[in-house]
């Protein structure tokens, strides 16, 4: 079993909608969580991170961690065909230096917004 | 704004050639990663270096992969001699540690 399971999709809604994606994870020693979005042929590009549980905003995205249930969720709301991309859940453990721990990754949702 | 710099962005190679890949983190980052992506997968982690010191290699297929960070700034991965399934995506990434990782453009491999 994987530590960090995230469905691959692929995903398609219209434009406008409200995109949840969603991962889970078996390991309790992650306290980061973290999203980013991958374009075709790109490197993954940071979204949002959040310590613990709770949600966190930022613009059309939200975050949210449940550490009980080993689950974390990203909305996005008013969803834009620009929003068309893989989005990779990433997760690491705790400390003042998260930084320096190893991000362990989901396989990513390809997401497409249909215009 | 910083960003982490890679080169080559694509690279095709013959198996058994060596291939090497470059990468140069924000200014200032002392954590580097490399990570390797296979087409439909996570990133996995092959190498971090802290400053010039490798910290963790554990996944790191020695016997045709190596890693440098000579001056702790820049990074070198190199693939002697490369096989079919070496062809992915090679990230580099770099932190201060207190904050989380970013990512280069990657370098894609192909190997035929």
């Known amino acids: 079993q994987k530590e960090v399971e995230q469905d691959p999709g692929p995903l398609s809604v219209p434009e406008g909608a409200i995109v949840s994606l969603n991962c889970t994870y078996s390991n309790s020693a992650f306290q980061y969580f973290m999203w980013y979005r991958q374009y075709s042929r790109k490197g993954p590009e940071l979204l949002m991170y959040t310590y613990s549980s709770g949600n966190k905003e930022d613009g059309r995205f939200t975050a949210q961690v449940d550490k009980s249930s080993k689950y974390i969720s990203l909305f996005i709301r008013d969803s834009q065909p620009s929003d068309s991309a893989t989005y990779l859940c990433a997760m690491s453990g705790g400390g003042d230096n998260f930084g320096n721990e190893k991000l362990t990754f989901g396989t990513g949702t390809r997401l497409t917004i249909i215009p | 704004e910083a960003e982490v710099a890679q080169s080559p962005r694509y690279k095709i190679t013959e198996k058994s050639q060596a291939v090497a890949f470059w990468c140069d983190p924000i200014?200032?980052?002392?954590?580097l990663y490399w990570y390797r992506q296979i087409l439909g997968q996570g990133p996995e982690l092959l190498v971090q270096f802290q400053d010039e010191s490798v910290v963790d290699d554990s996944q790191l297929p020695k016997d045709r992969f190596s890693a440098e960070r000579l001056k702790g700034v820049d990074s070198t991965l190199k693939i002697q001699p490369a096989e079919l399934g070496d062809s992915a995506m090679y990230l580099c990434?770099?932190?201060?540690?207190?904050?989380?990782?970013?990512f280069g453009p990657g370098t894609r491999l192909t190997v035929l």
């Open positions: 990434a770099s932190s201060t540690g207190a904050d989380t990782q970013y």
């Open positions: 200014s200032g980052h002392a954590t």
